[in-house]
Nanobody, 116 residues
């Protein structure tokens, strides 16, 4: 059974930092590209950051320079380090695992709220 379990979401003040984690099980983690998506209130889900199986990363423009995606294949975990958080970063953040010719998997989401 495949599971992606996100953690780390909480309420923080603007300018603060958070690190989200996504622990994967039931897949050969190192073969998968991993990504973080988010769904802001009342908006559609958007890609935030992604990391390939080889470690190449990409980011949506709005988080470049503030967020860092990384992976630890030994721990089957992908991280999203978020710094200089803004109210517009408020969203439910989802972990995603993709591999060509295989199913795409999603986590249940973790709430991040940026508020003073």
């Amino acid at each position: 059974q495949v599971q992606l379990v996100e953690s780390g979401g909480e309420v923080v003040q603007p300018g603060g930092s958070l690190r989200l984690s996504c622990a994967a099980s039931g897949i050969i983690f190192s073969f998968y590209a991993m990504a973080w998506y988010r769904r802001p209130p009342g908006k559609q889900r958007e890609l935030v950051a992604a990391i390939t199986s080889g470690g190449t990363t990409n980011y949506v423009d709005s988080v470049k320079g503030r967020f860092t995606i990384s992976r630890d294949n030994a721990k089957n975990t992908v991280y999203l380090q978020m710094n200089s958080l803004k109210p517009e970063d408020t969203a439910v953040y989802y972990c995603n695992a993709e591999r060509i010719n295989h199913n795409t998997w999603w986590g249940q989401g973790t709430q991040v709220t940026i508020s003073s």
